[in-house]
């Protein structure tokens, strides 16, 4: 069976202990009892820098629409409009704001949604890829928006200069933990780690991450996604990941050793030319916290999703990050509000239903075009 082949290749001498949990007996892969709505990142604010997983998932989309202006332009909905009619859809969410989205993922037409105002300012987009623009801010007050045009521009630079304090906190508060906790026993290569994308903040790091980057060019067999399911938020972190493997059995590798045993688990399952879903540290993007087999309706994990001790998160906020934080969430509260004030919600819901009715014509089309084939 699929799980013998994960055990046979255990080594007695690694000091983990295994524990494996079915949700419920089914029938075939179970993918029909899974939720349609997934929620994650693609984008996570780590101790090397924001870094970004789009790039590597736009290379296999077919279309996107990205929608332009600020925040509080009504550009979140459509995507649930979606899942109402019945289709299968990722929500990412967004890394400064959890509680808003960054974008969709239509994942049968491999068709996406982005909010620009939502993602990562550089290195993005990928080449090929067949965009749609669309501004919500035709329809705002522009004569309203051109009298708060000092106080935008003030917010958004406060906005900048508070997202770089809250990466250089980080960095200082939780790099060197985590750095020593997972690189003490381990300095092979990963290739299965996906390209990320970061700002400059530690661009001249050089060791374990220079050796990983490397690695990144080998071609791998199986098709490997990448996904943050941690965001930080002024309370602490937001914990996306047992809602994202509730429909799943579960193994889980306790113990020092179980770093060391999801490597080598995910090399063995490469060999299959698996869907693999991998989830990645939020602070240290170089580690693996667990990995998803949906084709298998699989998940292994290391330690309990559900405890934050357990991924290595178990350390408090300090004051200093949860004051930048909460500043950070008042200064993007205050633009919001900015642009709320002028927007016609009117002529915004009409561009969202025709946005909407094209995207399910072009999907019917889809549809027929492969039940025919």
Known sequence: SYLTHFFIFCDP?????????????????????????????????????????????MSEWER???????????????????????????????????????????????????????????????PGIVEIFLDFTQ????????????TILELEEKIK??????????????????????????????????????TDLFQESKGSWSKAQDALRKIQKSAVHSCFLHGITPEGWL?????????????????????????????????????IDIVLHPLYPDEILGMVFPERNLAIWQGNPSELKEQGLGKEFSGELKKALSQNSKLRDQLKSIYTKTVDFDQVDNLKAELLNLILRKLDKNVKSFTSS
């Not at 329809?139 to 000092?150: G, N, P």
């Not at 997202?163 to 026993?185: C, P, V």
């Open 13 to 57: 001498l690694i000091s983990l202990s295994i524990h494996y949990s079915a949700k419920k007996i089914r029938g075939g892969t179970g993918m029909g009892n899974k939720p349609n709505g997934r929620h994650y990142f693609v984008e996570g604010i780590t101790n090397r820098g924001y870094i970004s997983l789009l790039p590597n998932m």
């Open 64 to 126: 996107t629409y990205v929608l332009l202006g600020g925040p509080g332009t009504g550009k979140s909905t459509i995507g649930l409009d979606l899942l109402d009619r019945g289709y299968e859809v990722d929500f990412f969410r967004s890394a400064w704001d959890p509680d808003s989205l960054a974008g969709v993922l239509i994942r049968r037409f491999n068709w996406a949604i982005l909010d620009q105002y939502e993602i990562a300012p550089l290195h993005w987009r990928a």
């Open 139 to 150: 329809y705002c007050d522009q004569e309203k928006l051109a009298m708060q045009r000092a």
């Open 161 to 198: 200069v508070s997202e770089q304090s809250i990466k250089e906190i980080l960095a200082e508060e939780f790099g060197e933990i985590i750095r020593q906790r997972f690189y003490a026993k381990s300095d092979s290569t990963r290739p299965w780690l996906p390209k990320l994308y970061a």
């Open 239 to 275: 914990n996306l990941a047992p809602y994202f493997l509730t429909d799943f059995d579960q193994i889980r590798f306790d113990g020092e050793e179980a770093h060391e045993a999801m490597e080598w688990v995910l090399k063995e399952a490469e060999q299959l030319g698996q869907v």
